[in-house]
């Protein structure tokens, strides 16, 4: 069955870019949406963006002027680049596939601190 | 930015039954956008216990049932146990000026 690894550094200095990928094994990323939901501590879930498998993307309107989601050639891992972060942006990151509207599949999650 | 409303917090006895709601508006559950519901147990990622409305995902226990009415939908838990404690989560699809995915504000179930 297919499985979700997220990977990245976990601390981002302030005014810095977040880069995370995810990684999709046991798995086609054909033909689903795939998207990035972060949590911050001790808070809810926020869905920051989706791709689907031919490159469309939609992303949260409250990040979408500093947010990329991106897929790799190998068509095997998809990327999330968040810019000019800030302590707000201290979270953990995950990745998830979408089948429909529901997000049937998630990666375990990584926690990205920004600090300086 | 819109958002589904939940309570905090719900909590009963091993046994009982207890349901979490989560109410939306016109522009996401009332404009006909199906709920999904995911639990999250302490330290780990949220798991899809319901989709589309109602429909439960292979393995999961017929002690989750969910529905949605107008702007509003509810998760039940019937025959509490121990290991249904944790995090609730609602999420549904909003139509307003930029569409995007929705999520419950959350709501944790504490078994007594």
């Known amino acids: 069955q297919v499985q979700l690894q997220e990977s990245g550094p976990g601390l981002v200095k302030p005014s810095e870019t977040l880069s995370l990928s995810c990684t999709v094994s046991?798995?086609?990323?054909?033909?689903?949406?795939w998207s990035w939901i972060r949590q911050p501590p001790g808070k809810g879930l926020e869905w920051i963006g989706y791709?689907?498998?031919?490159?469309?993307?939609a992303y949260n309107p409250s990040l979408k002027s500093r947010v990329t989601i991106s897929e790799d050639t190998s068509k095997t891992q998809f990327s999330l680049q968040l810019t000019s972060v800030t302590a707000a942006d201290t979270a953990v990151y995950y990745c998830?596939?979408?089948?429909?509207?529901?997000?049937?599949?998630w990666g375990q999650g990584i926690t990205v601190t920004v600090s300086s | 930015q819109s958002v589904l409303t939940q309570p905090p917090s719900v909590s009963g006895a091993p046994g009982q039954r207890v349901t979490i709601s989560c109410t939306g508006s016109?522009?996401?559950?009332?404009?006909?956008?199906?709920v999904h519901w995911y639990q999250q147990l302490p330290g780990t990622a949220p798991k899809l216990l319901i989709s589309?409305?109602?429909n439960r995902p292979s393995g999961v226990p017929d002690r989750f049932s969910g529905s949605k009415s107008g702007t509003s939908a509810s998760l039940a838990i019937t025959g509490l146990q121990a290991e249904d404690e944790a995090d609730y989560y609602c999420?549904?699809?909003?139509?307003?000026?930029?569409?995007?995915?929705?999520f419950g504000t959350g709501t944790k179930v504490t078994v007594l």
């Open positions: 998830a596939r979408q089948a429909g509207f529901a997000m049937d599949v």
């Open positions: 046991g798995g086609s990323i054909s033909p689903y949406y």
């Open positions: 791709i689907y498998y031919t490159g469309k993307t």
């Open positions: 016109s522009s996401n559950m009332g404009a006909g956008y199906v």
């Open positions: 589309d409305n109602s």
């Open positions: 999420q549904s699809y909003d139509k307003g000026p930029s569409a995007f995915y929705i």
